[in-house]
């Protein structure tokens, strides 16, 4: 059974900075892209950052580029985000995803907080 658990979520102040991590658990990690949602309330879940099975390739939403880095720790099926210069407009639950061939998995989400 695949699943993925994220941490890191909180509250911070504008400017702040956090870093999010999604653990997986139930399937070869290394072999797959992953990447980074956010939904904010009352709005559509959209992309933030997405990253290829080796970490050689990632790309970010208009809205995140320089301030966001998405990066993984295939030995540890790990994907993290580390958030900078953090926004109120940031705020939301932030989802990890993984594409595998047959199917997508998403995490259960972590709450993201910024106050201004």
């Known amino acids: 059974q695949v699943q993925l658990a994220e941490s890191g979520g909180g509250l911070v102040q504008t400017g702040g900075s956090l870093r999010l991590s999604c653990a997986a658990s139930?399937?070869?990690?290394?072999?797959?892209?992953m990447g980074w949602f956010r939904q904010a309330p009352g709005k559509q879940r959209e992309l933030v950052a997405f990253?290829?099975?080796?970490?050689?390739?990632?790309n970010y939403a208009d809205s995140v580029k320089g301030r966001f880095t998405i990066s993984r720790d295939n030995a540890k099926n790990t994907v993290f985000l580390q958030m900078n210069s953090l926004k109120p407009e940031d705020t939301g639950v932030y989802y990890c995803?993984?594409?595998?061939?047959?199917?997508?998995?998403w995490g259960q989400g972590t709450q993201v907080t910024v106050s201004s």
């Open positions: 139930g399937i070869i990690f290394g072999i797959n892209n």
């Open positions: 995803k993984l594409w595998s061939v047959l199917r997508e998995y």
């Open positions: 990253i290829t099975r080796t970490g050689g390739s990632a």
